[in-house]
């Protein structure tokens, strides 16, 4: 049997590498998808919020030195309130040495909140240090994921995953019905070669298959351009990894046992791969997703392949493409009431850059 073993799966490799079209959708096609969004959200959080500047004082210069505040000056208050009533700025702060106006846009009532907490906390920190008494209640704050987390740490692992599952249910049930077809199962059940033989061959080639993309896919995300790095408990998604693949191969045998053709087998494989890619969390957090679509997608094994993987990196559970994480406006234990939940885009902290220009601030 081992010889049967060996010649199956030496068959399949082979048939393998020969299809060219195989190829480009096993490798080359998630791979671009990695490709471009690794480079779209390369940048992430480097962005600042920009505000109008009227008038001058510790508070603008703190805002201005924290690297998360952008100003634009105004020579006029009426024309920085015509920026912000048009929609072209979130705010605008006037400021003397001893008093601050802040005007903002309520229509976006994430971004006011933002701007509310950002001013605030500064005016109430130098408040704080003007009266030479130290705070009452110190504050500090830590992020509880891994602190080289990257858009490309999530992105990696979802495409990837989906990959797999594209590779592992197209591959098992096209294989299924292209040898039906051809009748080559009918010979196989003449020789003395035992079906346990002939789903464990074509298993380790989907096995070696994903194995390649892992390692192609892990090997492109290493690079200086993109800068995934492998840390913690990345080990753990090893035995997932195993798991969700048995998965997949089961769902395309499946599909392979119950379609006639290959164009059915597409179809199907189709059917069940495209909304599993959607509703798993593979190119946006299903954490944002109604509750009821939660719970569809816990059906999907590649929901629990992307929560296994994704989850050994860290991920946050709510943002765009899963970077950022969902806050109030705090600042040194300063809440704005009222303030609504706001999404942070900062890769060094907004709040850890701004105290530490009021610090600098206030020092000179």
Not at 173 to 186: D, F, P, Y
Request: proline content about 6%; hydrophobic content about 50%; some cysteine.
């Amino acid at each position: 049997m081992k010889g049967a073993f060996k010649s199956l799966s030496v068959a399949m490799v082979k048939g393998f590498v020969r299809d060219k079209a195989t190829l480009f959708f096993t490798f080359v096609f998630p791979l671009m998808f990695l490709v471009v969004f690794g480079l779209l959200f390369r940048d992430a959080g480097a962005e600042k919020l920009k505000l109008g500047a009227v008038g001058d004082g510790p508070v603008l210069a703190a805002l201005e030195q924290s690297g998360a505040v952008e100003l634009e000056r105004f020579d006029s208050l009426d024309a920085g309130v015509q920026k912000v009533r048009d929609g072209d700025l979130p705010g605008l702060v006037e400021a003397t040495d001893t008093k601050v106006d802040l005007r903002f846009a309520a229509s976006d009532q994430a971004q006011a909140g933002l701007v509310r907490g950002i001013v605030a906390g500064v005016t109430q920190e130098l408040n704080i240090r003007a009266t030479g008494q130290p705070p009452r209640f110190e504050f500090t704050a830590a992020q509880v994921e891994d602190a080289s987390l990257k858009p490309i740490q999530y992105l990696t692992p979802g495409i990837l995953s989906w990959g797999i599952a594209v590779t592992a249910v197209f591959g098992a049930a096209l294989t299924m019905v292209n040898w039906r077809r051809k009748q080559v199962l009918r010979r196989l059940r003449l020789a003395p070669v035992t079906p346990t033989t002939v789903l464990s061959s074509r298993l380790s080639v989907t096995i070696g298959v994903a194995i390649a993309q892992a390692i192609v896919f892990v090997g492109v995300a290493l690079l200086p351009v993109f800068g995934l790095r492998l840390s913690g408990t990345w080990w753990m998604s090893i035995p997932v990894f195993l798991s969700g693949i048995l998965a997949f191969f089961a769902i395309g045998m499946l599909i392979g046992a119950f379609t006639k053709t290959e164009e059915a087998a597409t179809g199907a494989a189709n059917i069940v791969v495209l909304p599993m890619a959607f509703l798993s969390g593979t190119f946006f957090p299903i954490d944002a997703a109604p509750p009821w679509l939660q719970t569809v997608s816990k059906v999907f094994p590649l929901r629990h392949m992307n929560d296994g993987t994704i989850g050994r990196r860290g991920r946050p559970r709510r943002a765009p493409l899963g970077c950022g994480e969902r806050v109030r406006p705090v600042f040194r234990g300063v809440e704005v009431d009222g303030a609504p939940p706001v999404t942070l885009w900062a890769r060094d902290g907004v709040w850890a850059r701004l105290h530490r220009a009021v610090l600098s601030e206030t020092a000179a």
